[in-house]
């Protein structure tokens, strides 16, 4: 089975713009995790989406948003980007949404000027 | 938060020693998970141990659950220069939501 794939890999924007990552899970599962990554805050839980539907949600601004498409496929967005949004954007994903394995895409390296 | 802290933060041994690294976390826990993160990339999965579970190995892996001090090791026995990675513990809440601790960078030197 082909793993978690993100694009893209890495990304350059600038302040104030807007940002769509892609992550194709693995086949046949249904829930999609994000995660955010950076040498302050570690890594943090943005959301999970399962069958189309957001399950959970972090703590992060309505900036960020995400959503999920009926082959399981996910999308994450960031409006009006700030410096303090690089990171490194990891999706992760699940057969059946449960608290159990989670299978980490490479991610993608966001770098805001 | 539920967040773990990990420790130490990082460690530095030769190839062959052990390695342990310790984690801390805060509420009731389903299970506990051990990750690894090779130079800022996805993570992997190394091993998951249940809170009823007290001990668990798998390979050169063996990890150990105390819940009564919600805390967790991890030891890599007779380490290899391939096993320099970040470690992390994750726990996840009732509603599948993942807490990873701060995580402790593991150097195996030849």
């Known amino acids: 089975k082909a793993g978690v794939t993100q694009t893209p890999r890495y990304l350059i924007k600038t302040r104030g713009q807007q940002v769509t990552l892609s992550c194709s899970p693995i086949?046949?599962?249904?829930?999609v995790s994000w995660y955010q990554q950076t040498p302050g805050q570690g890594l943090q839980f943005l959301f999970e989406?399962?069958?189309?539907?957001?399950?959970n949600k972090g703590n992060f601004p309505g900036r960020f948003s995400g959503r999920q498409f009926s082959n399981s496929r996910s999308e994450m967005n960031v409006s009006t980007l700030e410096l303090g949004d690089s990171a490194l954007y990891l999706c992760?994903?699940?057969?059946?949404?449960?608290?159990?394995?989670?299978?980490f895409g490479p991610g993608t390296r966001l770098t805001v000027t | 938060s539920q967040q773990g802290e990990e420790d130490p933060q990082a460690l530095s041994i030769q190839e062959g020693e052990n390695a342990t690294m310790n984690c801390s976390y805060k509420t009731s826990i389903n299970n506990l998970q051990w990750y690894r993160q090779n130079s800022g990339r996805g993570l992997v999965h190394l091993i998951l141990i249940r809170s009823n579970e007290r001990e668990k190995h798998s390979g050169r892996l063996r990890v150990t659950l105390d819940t009564s001090k919600k805390s967790s090791s991890l030891l890599i026995t007779a380490s290899r220069a391939a096993d320099t990675a970040s470690y992390f513990c994750?726990?996840?809440?009732?509603?599948?939501?993942?807490?990873f601790g701060s995580g402790t960078k593991l150097n195996v030197k030849p």
């Open positions: 086949s046949g599962h249904r829930s």
């Open positions: 989406y399962f069958s189309e539907t957001q399950r």
């Open positions: 994750a726990t996840p809440d009732n509603f599948n939501k993942f807490y």
């Open positions: 992760a994903s699940s057969s059946d949404g449960g608290p159990y394995e989670q299978y």
